[in-house]
């Protein structure tokens, strides 16, 4: 097992001072607890915040900085206003509603972004002081979805792994943040991603292909010449803990005790943090319901619900608690006698031996959020029952639903229907209860914390670590050979690798800036300039023919070696295949709005990339796998580009140029091709043992050097003019 470096915001410890000194105790929370073995056994550490120490005393805090290094954490202090900023501001504002469907919850104005991603950075810069070559990293939740990215630029071979633990929203949703395609970056980062629910990868991919028009294969992404994964991994409770919490002779006199009060009623048990997201206010709707539907369930119903303070300092939260105090007041007041309330409200936060008590004498448990990640307080019931006996309520917009099929699942914003379900609870035969529980313990069990991390850390460790890149930093290198060499021949693509793409392919025209940097280069002694395009030659002779360049067209087809010179033609390429190519074409872009043909001599090109990017994707690999089969054995070949799907006859690629500009070339002439996308491989496959070859881009490819795009292309160029 390779050392592991565990990262969250909040260390699994809680530090406490008090007159005697201070005390550094382990949480017991389902993340500190799965992650225990593996984190002491690995010899690594865990990064992230211990909590607000500002008002220790400086010897306290010397305490408290050598009880967690015994415990192998290290801690990352934040200020009153990075916890301000960070924390409550864009992680708790901002991210934790927006995940949740609440986007009426995010402010107007994102003003804590600056602080979010500032605070990423400092997480990072911890990772990397602490990093040895060969470490696996685990970054948690969303409070830190830029640190991967942060950590990839500074360690390309570092094993990174990420696990969100709230909901991934639909594309729709998440596409309304301003800074989402950042966040989405930043996740890329990661070799693997994890989340609670296949739902949840599913709209991750989707949200991946709207935003960069990546496209997900399976359970595997592209990008910038890396496979990042995406997997589906439930996270499970320690259940055995659980159980034997439950089996403990205190926590059974516990239990005694609360049915001892119920008696003659049926316990009903709600556990949350008090959180907006956990849907109490409908939940206690729902019973009131039950209440003022069927009077006979008024004096044989005791619902307990126990609500842990949460984020006390978010406004939203105390807004949210007023309401949950004046519904419980509400329904009390209602049906209240001087004998017996129905709601048992406790604002506090229980330890696990009195919660296993609950949940051991409870006789339903309603865990009814309007969305959560996964919700674990359900799978704690089930593990805290081995009586087998209890009815668990399940919403079914918790990540659990997914797994714990035998409970009865509801829909949180159904008041009516929650009413019904609560009262087929209460009534179910023990027969029926008991074999429900029995399935729903057999999963919990199963597929418990330990389970979790095992199955994520397996898959991390298998994904093969990145090739080392020749160069990195990439330009410095090319330019550093470049100008080295006596001669030089420069073999340039131009679109998406000279200009950026543009909308439609006619408005991509050079710039004056571009047309002087050609210029200049031609000039420059012992230097040799040719573009080698996918475009007509009629469109370079009219955008480039009057610079002394070597132009060449419709991927080597066409050439004009110099200026001045006439085009000549590869000989025996047919065409004759066009009119029956050409109709499936136009029948793809009667189909699609926004796809337009394209006629070159020897090609015709479908481009989509004003399409819809998900239908646009769908389309061009349904047009490409037609055009596979109709078209298999013939003369053609059919080549996926950027947002174009071309049909050209088979042998003319970018290639064929080599042999015809290095004919003739001088001794010591270094031959240098820059370009970004598939048809640009075949140019490099073709170039001669020691030549350059530069991927402007972040795509696969078999080039050794790569730089960022046409901006940094340009640059590189110049700086071949200067020194
Ligand atoms: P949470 O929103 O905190 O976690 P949940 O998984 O239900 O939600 O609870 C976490 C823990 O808090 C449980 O172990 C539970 O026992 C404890 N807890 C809840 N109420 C309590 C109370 N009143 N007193 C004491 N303890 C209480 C986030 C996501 C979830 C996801 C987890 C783990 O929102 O969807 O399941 O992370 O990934």
Redesign the pocket.
């Known amino acids: 097992m390779s050392r592991l470096l565990l990262v969250s915001n909040r260390l699994p410890v809680t530090v406490k001072a008090d007159k005697d000194g201070v005390s550094v105790v382990r949480s017991a929370?389902?993340?500190a607890t799965g992650l225990r073995g593996p984190h002491e056994r690995s010899g690594g550490v865990w990064i992230g915040w211990p909590g607000d120490v500002s008002r220790l005393t400086p010897e306290q805090r010397a305490a408290v900085e050598a009880r967690l290094a015994e415990l192998r954490c290290v801690p990352l202090h934040l200020s009153a206003s990075e916890v301000s900023r960070f924390y409550e501001g864009y992680s708790n504002r901002v991210l934790w509603p927006l995940c949740h469907y609440l986007i009426d919850r995010v402010p107007n104005q994102d003003r804590d972004w600056d602080v979010y991603r500032r605070v990423n950075e400092r997480f990072a810069d911890l990772v990397v002081r602490h990093y040895q070559p060969g470490d696996t990293i685990w970054v948690h939740d969303y409070q830190l979805m830029l640190v991967p990215a942060f950590l990839r630029a500074r360690l390309p071979q570092a094993r990174i792994g990420f696990f969100h633990?709230?909901p991934f929203p639909s594309s729709e949703i998440f596409r309304t943040l301003p800074h989402r395609t950042e966040l989405v970056r930043g996740l890329l980062g990661a070799d693997l991603i994890g989340f609670?629910t296949l739902t949840y990868v599913r709209h991750f991919a989707s949200t991946l292909m709207r935003l960069l028009g990546l496209e997900t294969v399976v359970d595997r992404v592209s990008y910038e010449g890396r496979e990042v994964r995406l997997g589906g991994f439930p996270?499970g409770?320690d259940a055995q803990s659980f159980e034997n919490l439950a089996n403990d002779p205190g926590v059974l006199e516990d239990v005694r005790q609360h049915r001892e009060k119920s008696a003659g009623q049926q316990l009903v048990l709600g556990?949350?943090?008090l959180?907006y997201?956990?849907g109490i206010p409908r939940r206690l709707l729902a019973v009131q319901r039950l209440l003022e539907r069927e009077p006979a369930w008024r004096n044989r119903l005791r619902f307990v619900q126990?609500?842990?303070p949460s984020r006390t300092a978010v406004a939203d939260y105390a807004t949210y608690r007023e309401k949950v105090d004046e519904l419980v007041g509400r329904i009390n007041g209602l049906y209240g006698s001087v004998h017996n309330v129905p709601v048992h409200y406790l604002y506090?936060?229980?330890?696990?031996k009195q919660?296993a008590a609950l949940y051991r004498a409870a006789d339903v448990m309603l865990v009814t959020p309007i969305r959560?990640?996964?919700?674990?307080?359900?799978k704690?019931f089930c593990a805290a029952r081995p009586d087998e006996d209890g009815v668990l309520v399940l919403s079914e917009f918790?990540?659990?639903a997914d797994e714990l099929a035998d409970a009865l699942m509801v829909n949180p914003y159904d008041v009516d229907g929650m009413a019904d379900m609560l009262e087929a609870a209460l009534e179910m035969p023990e027969e029926e209860r008991r074999s429900r529980m029995r399935t729903l313990r057999a999963r919990v069990k199963e597929y418990d914390v330990h389970w979790w991390v095992r199955s994520f850390l397996d898959v991390l460790e298998s994904v093969p670590t990145p090739p080392p890149r020749t160069q990195p930093a990439g330009a410095e290198a090319a330019l550093t050979r470049m100008r080295e060499a006596r001669n030089l021949l420069l073999l340039i693509d131009y679109d998406g690798t000279l200009v950026p793409f543009a909308p439609k392919p006619e408005l991509a025209t050079p710039d004056a800036e571009l047309l002087d940097l050609l210029r200049r280069l031609a000039i420059r002694s012992g230097t040799r300039v040719h573009i080698v395009s996918g475009r007509t030659r009629e469109t370079l002779e009219a955008w480039l023919g009057g610079l002394p360049v070597g132009l060449h067209a419709e991927h080597g087809l066409w050439s004009r070696p110099a200026a001045e010179q006439p085009w000549t033609v590869l000989e025996g390429v047919p065409t004759d295949w066009k009119s029956l190519v050409r109709p499936v074409l136009e029948s793809f872009v009667a189909r699609v709005p926004g796809a337009f043909l394209e006629e070159k001599s020897a090609s015709l090109a479908w481009h989509y990339r004003q399409v819809d990017r998900v239908f646009g994707a769908r389309q061009a690999r349904e047009l490409r796998l037609h055009l596979g089969e109709v078209f298999a054995h013939g003369p053609l070949e059919v080549l996926p580009g950027d947002m174009v799907v071309e049909v050209r006859a088979r042998g003319v690629n970018k290639g064929r140029v080599v042999e015809r500009v290095i004919d003739g070339m001088a001794p010591g002439t270094l031959v240098v091709a820059i370009g970004d996308d598939r048809t640009d491989e075949d140019l490099f496959a073709a170039l001669p043992v020691g030549s350059l070859a530069i991927h402007a881009g972040g795509k696969d490819t078999r080039a050794s050097y790569r730089v960022g795009g046409p901006s940094e292309v340009r640059t590189l160029l110049s700086a071949l003019l200067v020194g």
């Open positions: 929370g389902g993340l633990h709230i609670h996270m409770i556990v949350d943090r959180d997201t956990k126990v609500a842990v506090r936060s229980f330890n696990e919660l959560d990640g996964m919700n674990l307080v359900a704690e918790a990540g659990a």
